[in-house]
């Protein structure tokens, strides 16, 4: 049984930092591609940060320079290091990966990979 769990996120006045946890269990997702993702209410979903299976980062534009995506492979875990929040930052952030097979971040590799329940971050 395969789950993603999210955890950290919380209230903080901009310019503050927070850092987002997300536990994967039932297989080894740091061997895939992994992600964060954020929606705001009335927005559409977006991509914030993406890690795959080498190590190879990217990031969404509107967060390059703040945010830090990283995993700790001996716990299965991926992390979100947010700082220098700003109000535009809020939205719930959900943790994403990629199915077993390939390890590297291809088009539409979320729309059949696990997701966690998300964990709302607010900035004001």
């Known amino acids: 049984h395969v789950q993603l769990v999210e955890s950290g996120g919380g209230s903080v006045q901009a310019g503050g930092s927070l850092r987002l946890s997300c536990s994967a269990s039932g297989y080894t997702a740091s061997r895939y591609c992994m992600a964060w993702f954020r929606q705001a209410p009335g927005k559409e979903r977006e991509a914030v940060a993406t890690i795959d299976g080498f190590g190879w980062t990217t990031y969404a534009d509107s967060v390059k320079g703040r945010f830090t995506i990283s995993r700790d492979n001996a716990k299965n875990t991926l992390y979100l290091q947010m700082n220098s929040l700003k109000p535009e930052d809020t939205a719930m952030y959900y943790c994403?990966?990629?199915?077993?097979?390939?390890?590297?971040?291809?088009?539409?590799?979320?729309?059949?990979?696990?997701w966690g329940q998300g964990t709302q971050v607010t900035v004001s």
């Open positions: 994403a990966a990629d199915r077993p097979g390939r390890g590297y971040c291809y088009t539409g590799w979320d729309k059949n990979g696990y």
